[in-house]
């Protein structure tokens, strides 16, 4: 084919030529018997690559999908763990962050910090002094009292 | 629905964790890409493992699919150039050409599709392996263009851009496949 239509046929024939080519190649068409005759070889080539082909198996689908969801599932255990891994984090920051603010309003009042803990050693020390010594003098009576009465006055200093 | 998404979309819901997004894209491409790597290797079990290969890549790896690229391109460079890996790979060890060896037919040459097409059921079987001789009889580069065309439906100009070539180049390629065809079949009828 000596035409020079070659390459605007096949733009035509698939439908890339705009519509002044189109019309130029329809009208070249029209006393071109050659140019006809290619179109007609590229239909019947298309027809026949267009039969209908079984496709893939269903096992080689099966397959895709498969490895698809598998995929899938290993991704989103991934993102869980990220998750995961920020709810910790955000938890153990609320957690310290409660511990911090509560730690300070509550420092003055507790037992440890206020003095009253050592006070109450005390007295504890003390009554159980005075009943030691009371059990130990049982057997005088007069020196006993006489001392615990000694011991009543530096245990009210104590206190 | 997954059905209503365009190709990128439905890649996106695949990244996302929608398998089934994978799955309409494949029911959406698969006669296509099947049918291309069929006719190039011109067996089914070749056809199967490379269609497998293919999507598999798009299973194991969603971003090497740009979403600014047309995803059929995408996909049909993938195929092609696992097409290509399998033929260099069978060259190497010495087994059968896909494009067969001088004016030997290769696999690419035998591919029969199992059902008569809309112009083999008008003319007859004969069309159908004439058709197929003719086919045989193009050269690879006019081949490769010829079958890209019609199973992507992907422009000249798209085609240009996947196989690295100016557009002009594609054009004389699929002129000269068209004067070769036509040259056969005028032949072979008479």
Known sequence: MNCEYGEKLILYRYGEAGPRLAAEVEAHLAGCPACRSELAALSAAGARLSAAVPGPSDETVFNIMRAARAAVSARSGFSFKWGEALLSGALASAMAFVFAFSGTRASADLAWNSGLDSKLDSVEYSVYQAQSDLASATGDWEYGLSALEDESLDFSKSV | ?190
């Open chain 2, 1 to 190: 629905m997954p059905e209503e998404l365009n190709d990128a979309e439905l890649v996106a819901a695949y990244k996302a964790g929608d398998a089934g997004a994978l799955g309409t894209l494949m029911e959406r491409h698969k006669a296509a890409v099947y049918g291309y790597l069929l006719r190039l290797t011109g067996r089914t079990d070749a056809a199967e493992d490379l269609f497998q290969e293919v999507f598999l890549k798009l299973v194991k790896n969603p971003g090497a699919y740009n979403e600014r690229e047309k995803f059929k391109a995408w996909l049909f460079t993938v195929a092609r150039n696992a097409a290509m890996d399998l033929f260099r790979r069978e060259s190497s060890r010495g087994e059968v050409s896909l494009y067969g060896d001088g004016d030997k037919p290769g696999p690419a040459d035998f591919a029969a599709s199992a059902e008569p097409g809309p112009a083999e059921a008008f003319y007859g079987k004969a069309l159908g392996e004439r058709i197929d001789a003719a086919l045989a009889s193009l050269s690879e580069d006019q081949r490769e263009v010829f079958y890209l065309r019609h199973y992507s439906e992907l422009s000249f100009k798209e085609i240009a851009e996947m196989l690295k070539v100016p557009i002009g180049t594609v054009l004389a390629r699929m002129s000269r496949a068209a004067a070769q065809l036509r040259k056969k079949l005028e032949g072979e009828a008479q």
